[in-house]
Each structure stands twice: as C-alpha cells, then as structure tokens.
C-alpha cells in the first residue's frame, strides 16, 4: 500500500489574516502523473512553495521517500530530488543553457578552489538535451530560445540533478499546440524512468490526455482524489467549484432602456479608429476582441486617462467633454481597470481607505475626512460586496485576488455610477468569485446600469452580454445580439475573418 | 445575508489579538521605539552633563534646529508622494537673497517677509511645474535649480554680504513669546506641525497623497489629480523654505552666498529618520517630530560634552543606517511572532 515517494499530512498554512491551506493530504507515487487541480486561490501555489521548500509549513507533515523531512530551502529541496518548473520560467536569461542548468550545482575541477569543470559541465548537457531529443547548442544564450525551449531547458535542468518528483506548474500556458505534443513526449518519458510527476493544470484537455491521477483542492482545502479515467469533467468540476457548470451565468432579466453613453466616430491614433457604439441602461454590452484589439484603449480615453484625437462622446443625448477621470466620475461612469493589482487597488493602503479613496472629496466635507460617513461607506460596499477579509482595516495585499476584485467593485459601486465599465473583470480569479461577480453584474444591470464588459473569455461574453461588439486591430469588426451571437461569427470577426467565404486570414 | 458571511469567513480568518500581541505591535513601531531612542539619550546626557537639563539651555538649543524642523514638515508631504527636493537650501539662500536686496533698498520688515514667502512659492512652482507639467524626475529637477538659485546670489553678491536689515526683522528668528524663555521659532513649528498633521492625517489631501505614494496609477484610476497634487507639495515645500529663510536670516542678520548650505541632506535625513519612506507611500508626521528632537538635542548634548562635530555626521549617519534597517527587520520579527502563535 505504502509505495508513495512523497507523502503530505495534514499540511497547514498561515499567512497574516489568512490560513492559506488547511489540513491537506497529498499522496504521490513514483512512475505517476499527478494532477493537482483548483481553482486560483485554492492553494495550489502555496503546495508547490511548500513542496520546494520555499514555505515552511504551520502545521503538518511531509514524508519524503518514507522519511519525515522538513526542507529549509529551495536548495535543500532540490538536493533531495524535488524540483519545480514554474510557470514563467525562471532563468538567467544573459547566461548559456549549461550554465542554467548547472546554476547552484556547478561541477568542479577540483584542481583549484572553486575552480568550475565547464567542458564537463558542457558535455553533460550536450547528453541531457540529447537525451530529450532537443536540438539546442548548449552555449545558446537563454534569451535567444523560445518559451517552448525554455521549458524544456528547465525539465533538463530537473534531470540533471536526477530529480524524483518533478512539479508542473501550468507548463502549457504558453506552448503552442506542437511545443505541448513534445512536452507531452518528455512527460511521458519521465514516468518510465519511474518519476514522480505533479501536474498542475486548469485545462481539462490536458488533464485527461496526460494525467493519472488527480488531487482537488478548494479554499486551501483537500477535497479528494480519484483516478482520471474514472472520471468525468463534470466530477472534477463539481469537487473545484462544491457545484456543476450549468449555474455559472445568471439569467438576465433586465429591461433594456434608453441610450446612456454613446461613442461616435471616436479615435485615438496608433490604438483604435472610428469606434462608434451605443450603450443603453439595463444592458450589458460585450467587448470581445484579441489582446491589443483596442478595447482596453477605447475605454481609457472614454475615462479621461487617454485623450481622443476625434469623435465625440454623449451621455443622456448630452455631449460631454471628459479630461480626466475626475470628470468621468462626476458624469456618472465608473472604469474597473484591467490591471487590479496596479491600477485597481492600492495594496499597501487598508480597505476602508480604498473604497473610499474616488470619492474622498465627497465626504470631507470642508477638507475635514469625515469618518463615520467612511465607515458606513466601507461597511455597505463591503458586506454587498461579500468581500473576505479579517477587517477593513487591514491592507488589501492580505487578500486574495478575487477579494481584491471585489474591493475595486466595491469602491466604484459606492460611486452610485450610472454606467459601469469592466474591463477583464474576472481575469485570474477564482470560479465561485467569479460566479458572484457575474450575479452582480446582471444584478446591476437589472437595477438600470448601463454594463460594458471587456472580457476574452468568449464563454462570459456569450454567457452576461446582450449584445456583443468585436474589436480587431483597432475597429470594430462586428456587432451581434444575443441571439445572433456564437463562438464562430465571433472569433471570425475577432481575428479579421468577416468574410463568409474564408477569405484571407 | 452579512451575518451568515461573517460565520463563514470566521474558519479562514486569523484576527484575536492577545495582550503580549498589542504590546509587540506598539513596541514595534518605529515612532514608539525613536522616543524611547530619545528618552534614553536624554538620560545618560543629563548624567554625562549637569547643563543638559537646564531649561534655558534646553530652550536655546531650538534656536539651532528650528529652521530646518520647519522645512521637514512639507518635505514629509514631497517624498511621502514619491519625489523628493534637493534644492531646499538654494531656495532659503535665492529668498534670503531677495530679502537682502529689498531691505537695501529700504522696505519695512512687513515687505521683506512678504517678498521672502512670495519668492519662495515662486521657486517652489518653477520645481513644480517642471516635474508635473512638463514630466521630468523630481530628483533631475531640484539638482538643477540647487545650483540655479544659488547661482543667482551667488552672481550679483559675489563675497559681499546684505547685512543691514530693520530692527523688528529680528524678531523672528531671535525673539521669545512674551516674558518666557519660549524661542518664537518653537512656537511657529509647533503651530505648523498641527496644521500639517491635520492636512496629512485629518484631511482628503492628505489620503490622496498617501494613495499616490503608495500607487500612482491606481490614485490616478480613481480620479486622484496626482499632478496637482504634487505641483502643490513642491508650492507648499517653496512656501516652508521662505518661511525657514526669514527665520534664520533675522536670526544671523545677514545674507551670505552661502547660507544654510548643506541643509539639503540634513532636511531629508529628518524625515527619513522620522520613518517616511523613501520610496513614498509610508510614514507619519509623529516620527518626523520625535526625529527633530532627537538629531537635535542630540548635538546640543555633544557640544555640551564637548564631542567634535565629525562624530556627530558619523552619529546621524548610522542612526540613518538604523532606521532603514530596523523597520525590515522588526516586519520580519512580526511575521515570525504571527506564526509561532499560531502554531502553539
């Protein structure tokens, strides 16, 4: 029974204010891969530091090769066997693949102190990446690979200190769909050599195609584990989120009003051209494009960051001049930036002070802070908001992503805005945030705001939007309603395909 | 709805606060802990020195500190947003000049004070304007206008010297409030360090300058007028410096080219010291006030131990060092104290 390599009990972890895992077991087998799924925020990251001995865990237990070990630091760790390859691959990007690889276990000469055996050290990664099947020249300069080859420097970089468990942290995110048939091939091999894998991962695709095994884990709790071929997604899912799909979008049930915000003709040189839309109250108008479509841009300049070089824009028929976003505000819109964690909150301020700080000149009532006006303001927004937090007055780097989401709605809501810009709303936060971030958002739509949502995410934008407009390089390259929108005209448009036929790409 | 939240949250959340836990939050503060620093040092001086203690010597001793006390008050408000002015003391020495020049010409003491402010508000604006409107690194800005406003008394006062001001023009920086021994200098701070500590801790502006300290592009998203903003610190720091300027030229009676040179480093140390942090965003006018005393007194009681001046910059140059270091480390000792308590 006892065949595990490694084996975690009862692991907890405290962060101030937050406990971050919460009594998780872990049970990984040699010759396995092992799927470690959750959603952002469940805690998966904080496993893995564990694991590499970059945290110390509060509490618990991890038997190494049936030995209780407790490793002091990534060093440590790695000299056992265990090592990571982190999403964003972390190299020396000036230094040569050998001396990436033979970074912190360098072979020496021992002819001199110190002395490095680098035509040693050369050879053996000639060896490795030969073994891999990899054709890159070990004096390559890290900077010079792509991401794909990058990854696969790191899993070298994992056999050459004959690493036993090898962890994944969502090795695919930047691969292309060749680059992950090799890393599927070097996985592959790494199990008949009798490693142990652990595969974290948000794509069902990949965990079915790769994975043996999975461990599911939610709010820094151990949920359970089973075999993947005796799964389905829809078990997995329930296990991240605690419920299925199906309820993830709120029924829309507002009533379409009149024209609040209409752009006409607006540009902005070098970002986005004769951009013209309408928005009325009670609806939520998607914004689906690629990266650097020009959303983003379209909305800054609406919210006084940019200035427009043309065009106009109206509220309630009226036109407006907006210079900067204290206009903006005055005019009723409120801009829930892309960027959370740069533009949308202040991490080292406390939560009171940020949702208070658009309108801190509303109630200061003759430069005086009024602060019980700001404890109300806090208190309202927060407790609608549902935000979990060990306090308003602790500061908003405590709190996960998705609570630092909820404390930028929070503090634009408390503007009472008559249209209410998102731009990625619930980009990087978990599935349950998520979910009441959407209820909100139709909740507020159905009270009469008028909801522009960016998102790339085409299942939110067919899931919220009554209508969806798509950008392409700066234009509008399509408009849909509802029931005219699908993944496939809007993808089309999206890349610059509007014409029927296939045209050019 | 909020109650039910409240109960869910509770399991996750880590917020009971025993006595020994405020006792170290409060002991590791770095206001509590610079006045310990200063009570300490005020009691082995009174033992080393028997004048130390004296309250004539003690009020005296205000008189060389005051000035620059008062320029740290706005200082705290420039680099608490993020930038910072080097070229304070050319702005007393550009405002001293100006002073000079018009009591030559005969002004009342009224004129001259007036023209001293005025002068320093303008020089503030100019710093100002070139670092907000136009865009450029505070830092780039004050190193140049250090030498342009020096540069200026320097050209038309060459090695002379304005030293005949109206009898009343000293009363600023040499006279006492009434019949006590109370320096006006003392005074004047202590008022302006109400005002600033209402507008820093009481005031919008003051919330907004911590927000872009802290953040320029989210106080900017959220409609803070971060230019403005910072236009008006660099004003407001102009306007401190012609204020200090009055004081210390009524105080010396004259102008010289080179007056309260070097002030620049000894401004900024205060308010590091006194626990704002370099890099904006952090800090509170109390520290600044206890860092004040502290570096003063602390060169009263030396030349009154008759201690050379060289090991007072090695002093203040390793208090310095401290107040960076302690407040990492002692984060580090919070963190530590957090997770032992909760694993017992």
Known sequence: MNDNILELRGITKYFPGIKALDGVDLNIRPGEVHALIGENGAGKSTLVKILTGVYTPTEGKIFYKGKSVSFKNALEAQASGITAIHQEASMFSELSVAENIYMGHHLKTGKFPGSLDWRGMRKKTKALLDDLELDIHPDTLIKNLGVAQRHMVEIAKALSIDAQVVIMDEPTSALTLREVEDLYRIVRRLKEEGKAIIFISHKFDEIFEITDYFTVLRDGRYIGEGNVKESTVDDIVKMMVGRSLDQMYPESNAKIGDVILEAEGISQTGFFKDVSFKLHKGEILGFFGLVGAGRTEVMRSIFGIDKLSNGTVSINGKRVHIHNPKDAMDMGLAYVPEDRQNQGVILDMDLSKNITLPQIDNISPGTLIDKKKEKEITNEFGSMMEIKCAGYHVNANTLSGGNQQKVVLAKWLATKPAVLILDEPTKGIDVATKASVHKFVSELAAEGLGVILISSELPEVLGMADRVIVMHEGLITGEFTREEANSENIIRAATGTTDDIGGAA | ?344
């Open chain 2, 1 to 344: 709805m909020e109650n039910t939240n409240t109960l869910v949250d509770k399991s996750r959340l880590v917020d009971e606060k025993t006595v020994k836990a405020r006792l170290v939050t409060i002991f590791t503060k770095w206001e509590v802990l610079l006045l310990l620093i200063f009570i300490t040092m005020c009691i082995v001086f009174s033992i080393l020195s028997p004048y130390f203690l004296d309250y004539f010597n003690l009020m005296n001793a205000n008189f060389t500190f005051m000035e620059k006390a008062i320029i740290a008050l706005p200082m705290i408000f420039v680099i608490m947003s993020g930038d910072i002015d080097i070229s304070i003391a050319s702005i007393i020495a550009l405002c001293s000049f100006a002073m000079g020049a018009a009591s030559a010409s005969g002004a009342s003491t009224p004129v001259i004070v007036l023209i001293g402010l005025l002068v320093g508000i303008a020089a503030g604006a100019f710093n100002g304007f070139f670092i907000t409107a136009i865009g450029m690194p505070a830092i780039a800005v004050t190193l140049a206008t250090q030498s342009v406003f020096r540069g200026i008394a320097k050209a038309v006062l060459e090695d002379q010297a304005y030293t005949t001001y109206p009898e009343s023009f000293g009363f600023f920086g040499q006279g006492y409030v009434g019949d006590t021994l109370i320096p006006f200098e003392l005074v004047l701070f202590l008022a302006l360090a109400v005002v600033m500590w209402y507008i820093l801790h009481q005031s919008s502006y003051g919330r907004k300058v911590y927000a872009i300290g802290n953040s320029t592009s989210a106080a900017r998203f959220s409609g803070v007028p971060v230019k403005r903003i910072r236009f008006t610190n660099f004003v407001l720091n102009g306007l401190f410096c012609g204020i200090a300027a009055v004081l210390l030229t009524s105080r010396i009676g004259s102008t010289r080219p080179n007056i309260a040179e070097g002030w620049d480093m000894e401004i900024i140390t205060l308010v590091v010291l006194g626990g704002v942090s370099i890099n904006g965003g952090k800090g509170n006018i109390f520290g600044v006030i206890i860092s004040i005393f502290l570096l003063g007194y602390l060169k009263f009681g030396m030349g009154l131990l008759n201690i050379s001046g060289k090991v007072m910059i090695i002093t203040t140059g390793t208090l310095l060092v401290v107040a960076v270091l302690l407040p990492m480390i002692l984060d580090q000792i919070k963190a530590g104290k957090k997770i032992t308590r909760k694993a017992a």
